[in-house]
């Protein structure tokens, strides 16, 4: 596939209209969920949805210019040597839709088990509050290495269009979970990532910690055992929270953490593995108060 070709499906595809739609269906259910808190004077912490809604816009104009430009020119080259070249057609987006949620399953779970991915990621678990402005809440830089995840869907021979946009639909898909105002669903709860589901996974509760990645399915989570009923009362936000509102702090606090900690390795193969490692790993020579 060339650039041009690329730019123009983005530019001319009929789904890019379905993603337009949902989009705005998304900033309205948010916007009535806001309304519908004032109403009802339920609890919420509004610096912190303040400080969501400016995450938000930041992102948007990142993925508008800069950001979002570097997964296509990184994965066309990559279509360039595919294994097939798979059409575009009706039963290859069901097809593309669910390997690119196969693919956001094991994403989302590298980025909870390697400390250099976390420290994007957490971003989003930093909220002690969960209601849907929280799906606002993404790194700023998240685009310039997730893409590298829709290498194998592109070299298999999907378009980078259609990888692209099955991701982001998988992505869509999650703003109306993160919701307390929707119970638990019974049996589509072990099905689907329901707002039941993913409650737990942006639990603090020992029990809940790094459980339920799946995106549209939960069934991976059952498949690879990270699945998780909701159970206890779910805490929200990290284990140590980042305490600020600041949209900034928000984002880039978790790699101020890991360079504090660089500088204290005595090798360079412990400042490698603080870095790319485990979330709880550090040298034996840390104290507890270096951690």
């Not at 993925?63 to 070249?85: M, Q, R």
């Not at 638990?184 to 039941?196: H, M, V």
């Not at 996974?201 to 055992?225: E, V």
Request: charged share 20%; hydrophobic share 45%.
């Amino acid at each position: 596939m060339s650039f041009a070709k690329l730019i123009s499906l983005f530019e001319e595809s009929q789904i890019m209209a379905f993603i337009g739609y949902f989009f705005l269906f998304n900033l309205g259910i948010i916007f009535l969920e806001i309304l519908l808190d004032i109403v009802t004077d339920k609890k919420r912490r509004w610096k912190d949805t303040y400080a969501n809604i400016s995450i938000f816009i930041i992102n948007q104009l990142l993925e508008k210019t800069i950001i979002g430009s570097i997964g296509v020119l990184c994965l066309v080259p990559i279509s360039w040597v595919a294994i097939l070249e798979i059409p575009l057609n009706t039963m290859t987006w069901i097809l593309a839709f669910f390997a690119a949620d196969f693919t956001y399953y094991w994403m989302h779970r590298f980025e909870h088990e390697h400390r250099i991915l976390w420290a994007s990621h957490s971003v989003h678990h930093s909220s002690e509050d969960y209601n849907l402005t929280i799906s606002f809440r993404l790194s700023f830089i998240e685009g310039l290495f997730e893409w590298l995840f829709l290498v194998p869907m592109v070299f298999i021979g999907f378009s980078p269009f259609q990888a692209i946009v099955s991701l982001v639909l998988v992505a869509q898909f999650q703003t109306w979970i993160h919701t307390e105002r929707i119970g638990k669903l019974g049996w589509l709860d072990g099905i689907f990532n329901t707002p039941s589901v993913h409650r737990v996974h942006h639990g603090s509760n020992s029990k809940y910690l790094d459980k339920n990645y799946g995106g549209f399915l939960i069934i991976w989570d059952r498949l690879f055992g990270t699945y998780q009923r909701e159970e206890e009362t779910v805490i929200y936000g990290l284990t140590k929270n980042v305490n600020t509102n600041n949209p900034i702090t928000i984002n880039f606090i978790e790699y101020r953490h890991i360079w504090k900690d660089v500088k204290r390795c005595k090798t360079l193969g412990d400042k490698f593995k603080i870095v790319f490692g485990g979330l709880g790993w550090r040298p034996k020579y840390f104290t507890k108060n270096d951690e």
